[in-house]
Nanobody, 115 residues
Framework: QVQLVESGGGLVQAGGSLRLSCAAA????????MGWYRQVPGKQRELVAS???????NYADSVKGRFTISRDNAQNTVALQLNSLKPEDTALYYC?????????WGQGTQVTVSS
C-alpha cells in the first residue's frame, strides 16, 4: 500500500502565494509520474501539473507561468508552488502518484483565494 500525505493548503488573498507538499510512504517502487489535480464542487477533477521521474513537466494552461511543480525522487515527495493566486484557483487540491498499473491519491488539501 502507498499513502500520500498533503500539506500546505490554506486561505490567501488574491495575488498571494502558497506551497503545497506531498509525501509518499509505504511500498514505493518507481513512481512514474507525480502530480497535482484540483476539484471544485460540481466539476470534474482536473490536472494542474505533473512531473515525471526524469523531470519533464506538464501544466494546465490556466496555471502556466504562475505555478511550479518540483519533485525529489530520493524522498518521494512532490511540491507545488502557487504564485499570483486568483480566486478561480480556489479548489481542493489532490496529490497523485502513478505507479503502473496503480494510481494513488492523497486526501486533498483546500486552497481558498479571497478577492
Amino acid at each position: 500500500q502507498v499513502q500520500l500525505v498533503e500539506s500546505g493548503g490554506g486561505l490567501v488573498q488574491a495575488g498571494g502565494s502558497l506551497r503545497l507538499s506531498c509525501a509518499a510512504a509505504g511500498s514505493i517502487f518507481n513512481i512514474a509520474i507525480m502530480g497535482w489535480y484540483r476539484q471544485v464542487p460540481g466539476k470534474q477533477r482536473e490536472l494542474v501539473a505533473s512531473i515525471t521521474s526524469g523531470g519533464s513537466t506538464n501544466y494546465a494552461d490556466s496555471v502556466k507561468g504562475r505555478f511550479t511543480i518540483s519533485r525529489d525522487n530520493a524522498q518521494n515527495t512532490v511540491a507545488l508552488q502557487l504564485n499570483s493566486l486568483k480566486p478561480e484557483d480556489t479548489a481542493l487540491y489532490y496529490c497523485n502518484a502513478l505507479m503502473p498499473p496503480r494510481n494513488y491519491w492523497g486526501q486533498g488539501t483546500q486552497v481558498t483565494v479571497s478577492s
